[in-house]
């Protein structure tokens, strides 16, 4: 009931609103405001005006086995003068479109179309009447071919380092391992790979990936033409294993003993490689180092260690050695 009493309220002042002298010089107000809209709106579509709209660019009549070394622009920009009205019927209330007939301009691998041909088929699209002042390309040029492409593979170009306490953990990876070249050239068929751009990043701290440019070959068009290179990051964690020592440089009738046999050596792997068994680190004790040292003990020395390997430092620096002579 107190919803209806309210609606029976506000219908009533509506009523005597709408009755008032007020009301209706408003009413009459805004009319005369349309009107006078509508006429400014016809006398400003009479007059000339200049506006730059985006031409869509469309070749039919082009063969599947056709592939276009150079890409061709999707779109145009182009700036007409003309009447509001014919602006407003060709270029707004429709969509302009450059429509071009492939087998008229093609001949012997080479796609051209005049600056003659391009405003005189802007001209037909806008209107006789239209002034086509300014064009975003003054012509059309580009080669193609119709030879089936031939795959290559991609090499990746990389300069990237790791923050401290991290490490590039592995090659860098490609999304593809190869492309296919299109091209009429003759000499196109001396390729054997090809690059990208070189990526270069430093300080990295996480694992990314990048979209990068495959270098471009004059005369050649490269499908894809960017590829997402991986890198891998990990961070460093410290670990301790026990290596074999190596005994070298012994000569023949000689045999070297040493105790202990076995080292252990510290080192930063990469925390997905912690768990690993193998430890490619080679330790080694040198026999000739015999000639400089004096004692009992002979000095050992890290030689060699893996690219996951990092800063391998031996908990010892000399072990017990005994020459037996045969």
């Known amino acids: 009931m107190a919803i209806r009493a309210k609606l029976g309220s506000i219908r009533t002042r509506w009523q ?19 009107i006078a809209g509508s006429f400014w709106l016809i006398m400003s579509l009479n007059d000339n005006s200049q506006k730059t ?17 150079e890409d061709l622009p999707t779109r145009l920009h182009v700036t007409v003068r003309d009447r509001g ?6 270029g707004i209330l429709r969509r302009p479109t ?8 093609a001949d012997r691998g080479v796609f051209r179309y005049s600056a003659a041909d391009l405003y005189s088929t802007l001209r037909h699209t806008f209107g006789a009447s239209a002034q086509v002042t300014s064009v975003s390309i003054d012509s059309l040029h580009c080669t193609y071919t119709s030879l089936p492409g031939r795959r290559v593979p991609l090499r990746v170009l990389c300069d990237v380092t790791a923050a401290p306490g991290h490490v590039i953990a ?16 003759e000499w196109a068929d001396t390729i054997t ?27 050649v068009k490269i499908v894809p033409a960017k590829v ?28 070297l003993l040493i105790f202990p046999a076995n080292v252990e050596v510290t080192y930063f792997v990469p925390m997905d490689r912690f768990n690993d068994k193998d430890v490619d680190i080679t330790v080694e004790a ?22 996951n390997f990092v800063n391998a430092t031996l908990l010892t620096d000399s072990v017990e050695y005994t020459i037996v002579r045969q």
């Open 85 to 90: 009205t014919s602006l407003l019927r060709n």
């Open 98 to 105: 450059l429509e071009i007939n492939f087998r008229e301009y």
């Open 286 to 307: 040198d026999y000739n180092d015999l000639a400089t040292r004096r004692g009992r003990r002979l000095p050992i020395r890290v030689t060699r260690s893996g690219r």
């Open 170 to 185: 592995s090659r860098p990876t490609c999304s593809v391992r190869q492309v296919t070249i299109y091209s009429n050239m």
């Open 16 to 34: 005597k609103l709408r009755s008032s002298r007020g009301f209706r010089n408003v009413l009459l107000y805004l009319v005369f405001v349309a």
């Open 193 to 219: 790979a090809v690059t990208t751009d070189r990526l270069v990043k430093r300080g990295m701290k996480d694992s990314g990936k990048f979209a990068v440019r495959v270098h471009p070959v004059p005369g």
């Open 228 to 255: 997402d290179v991986t890198v891998h990051v990990e961070p460093l964690v410290k670990k301790k294993s026990t290596v074999p020592v190596n005994v070298s440089n012994v000569p023949a009738g000689e045999s």
């Open 53 to 69: 709209f985006a031409v869509q660019l469309r070749l039919y009549n082009v063969p599947d086995s056709i592939t276009f070394i």
